[in-house]
């Protein structure tokens, strides 16, 4: 290959870190992985241009599983660390991998405001309603009646964070399973 030649095109496997994937069996954060990885082969995103943000909980761990630069923020606060990296830094693609937890109840003050900025970031909540780490406490976007391990069934309304996006303006909002 000479200087000249064009740098071969990144596969999924360029980025996949070393770090063993330690989620549950059947866990749907395998599958955001994937996608991340071959979103990256697709877009052409060279690892260097590319910064995860993490929170705490199951999808907190998804830096570590990126052959990219990444940050495993403290719980709630990956909005407002993703922001200071994109201003630092205004050619990254910068990403947020957060949990309906983290978003939705103590980051819920940082989700909004960044939602507010118009920051541009892309931002995956991987929402099933519960607190994984704890194995079973609701989170705040449970739906009324579901039921726990222990205990009562949950009697919150809950939050929708595609419902706030929707209503603070951001610019592209989807869903999925």
């Known amino acids: 290959m000479s200087p000249s030649d064009p740098a071969p095109k ?8 070393d770090q063993e994937v330690r989620w549950c069996p059947g866990c749907g954060d ?16 060279k690892r260097e241009n590319s910064v995860f943000v993490s929170g705490i909980g199951c999808a907190a ?3 570590y599983y990126m052959s990219t630069y990444g940050l495993h923020s403290v719980h709630g606060r990956a909005p407002a ?28 003050g940082q989700y909004m405001h960044m939602l507010r900025r118009n920051v541009p970031l892309i931002y995956i909540i991987e929402n099933n309603g519960v607190y994984g780490l704890t194995k079973g406490q609701f989170s705040a976007s449970a739906d009324i009646g ?3 391990k222990k205990g009562l069934p949950n009697q919150q309304e809950p939050i929708d964070p595609v419902s706030t996006a929707l209503s603070l303006g ?4 989807a869903r999925s399973f």
């Open 10 to 17: 990144l596969t999924r496997k360029d980025f996949a870190s």
């Open 30 to 45: 395998y599958g955001v992985l994937a996608a991340m990885q071959f979103l990256h082969t697709e877009l052409d995103v």
């Open 61 to 63: 761990r998804f830096p």
């Open 81 to 108: 660390i993703s922001t200071g990296a994109m201003l630092g830094n205004r050619n990254l693609v910068g990403l947020v991998v957060s949990g309906d937890g983290d978003t939705a109840s103590i980051g819920l």
């Open 146 to 148: 579901s039921k726990p």
């Open 170 to 173: 951001a610019t592209y909002i």
